[in-house]
């Protein structure tokens, strides 16, 4: 399979040239190492040199000898070389010296000193639709978040598509293949989650049927503010089995670390009614692929289940919208109040400009996005917050246009960077 250019590369440049290491952090095989490879003159394979050991005990130092940038790959099977390539960066007082990629974050007790001013952080999504060529990204966030929007046409998608897609996934082992092929690939990495990752990353056995037991509750409430509570009366009703809060937090922690779970935070503004904000965040899986491989489905099972498939539609769309945010400095959050109106995606840029999303699937649930975003900015205290850039309606099966009151309706299949 040829290498494909990532979102990514730009920022990772930028921060490159701006420090004297810097750390791609994102969850096993989204391309981390590939697109390091595209930047590094020289590379240690941490878990795969059966030499690391003995050299972390003897001379560590030789470990970061080689032409810069040097690319050290999964880095956290031996933490103790963070802080070399800190004391390193120092010694040399040059940037661009080290790249560290990593699919976990170490545990907890171990002591890295900071890396302020030093190490530059990217995380990293699996492939976005731009990336993979489904997207023509005629419509761009970097315009969304300034007012700015583009007369397009691009053809419509069909739900079938759609569905395929999803249940391809975005790993970049899967593009080339066969769909059938891509679904055994997916449940393999399932397996290998539940079986040897989640044990293995912290170095605690853990029971591979519980761990699936919560995986299988978090695909079926995917994309919503589904609590820990919720989570363990969910295992019990549905799978009538018994998973302990304090194993689900730990389990939940773990996965997390391995940046498979993926949070979408509360967007805090202040509102004109007396409807409180909640803060609880959204809970997402790092692929859409996944949550379709926990619960063993197929394209014709998601689409015999047009809610649960507006679900997963919304997770899709949450992390194409995380990449393109990205790309542009932006975080992307949610918005849910007590009168129960939400919006599904805000994207803010650091200076705090911002634009909000309704997410859905079909043309049929276009009125009532549209009266969920007028309903939103009107209860704005423009007194204390700015007004967003834009509106947006992100649709799957729909075309690309502005409506009569302003709000964009876009096609995630035009939806770039």
Not at 90 to 111: C, E, M, W, Y
Not at 123 to 136: A, I, L, P, V
Not at 193 to 204: E, F, Q
């Amino acid at each position: 399979m040829s290498y494909i250019i990532r979102i990514i590369e730009e920022e990772i440049s930028n921060k490159l040239s701006a420090s004297g290491a810097m750390l791609i952090k994102g969850p096993k095989s989204c391309g981390k190492t590939e697109t390091a490879k595209q930047f590094a003159k020289s590379i240690l394979e941490v878990d795969r040199d059966e030499q690391v050991p003995i050299y972390m005990q003897t001379q560590p130092q030789r470990l970061l000898e080689g032409a810069t940038p040097r690319l050290i790959d999964e880095w956290q099977e031996q933490p103790k070389l963070w802080n070399y390539v800190r004391h390193e960066v120092d010694d040399r007082h040059k940037h661009g010296q080290f790249i560290l990629t990593g699919s976990a974050n170490p545990a907890d007790d171990v002591k890295l000193h900071s890396g302020a001013g030093r190490f530059t952080i990217v995380k990293m999504n699996t492939m976005s639709w731009q990336e993979m060529g489904f997207s023509s990204g005629k419509i761009k966030m970097s315009d969304l978040l300034n007012g700015i929007y583009t007369d397009i046409f691009d053809d419509r998608l069909t739900v079938e598509v759609i569905a395929e897609r999803m249940v391809k996934g975005g790993f970049p082992a899967t593009v080339d293949l066969s769909l059938k092929d891509a679904v055994f690939l997916n449940q393999a990495y399932v397996d290998l989650l539940a079986d040897v990752d989640i044990s293995r990353v912290s170095n605690i056995k853990r029971d591979p049927n519980k761990v699936r037991l919560l995986l299988k509750s978090l695909a079926r409430n995917i994309a919503t503010l589904v609590d820990n509570t919720t989570l363990e009366k969910d295992i019990k009703t549905v799978d009538n089995a018994d998973l302990s809060r304090p194993t689900i937090i730990d389990y939940l922690d773990t996965l997390s670390r391995l940046m498979i779970l993926v949070e979408q935070p509360a967007f805090n503004l202040h509102i004109r009614s007396s409807a409180y904000l909640r803060k609880s965040p959204k809970r997402h899986l790092c692929d859409v692929s996944l949550p379709i491989a926990i619960l063993g489905l197929n394209v014709d099972a998601i689409l015999n289940d047009v809610k649960y498939l507006g679900f997963l539609f919304e997770t899709l769309a949450f992390h194409d919208i995380k990449v393109y945010a990205q790309a542009n400095d932006a975080e992307v959050f949610h918005y849910r109040d007590s009168s129960n109106l939400e919006i599904d995606a805000i994207v803010q840029k650091r200076n705090g400009d911002w634009a909000a999303f309704e997410i859905k699937l079909g043309i049929g649930q276009i009125e009532e996005a549209a009266t969920n975003l007028n309903k939103f900015v009107k209860n704005i205290d423009t007194t204390k917050t700015n007004l967003p850039k834009s509106l947006n309606i992100i649709t799957g099966t729909g075309m690309t246009y502005r409506r009569p009151d302003g709000i964009n309706v876009i096609s995630l299949a035009s939806l770039g960077k």
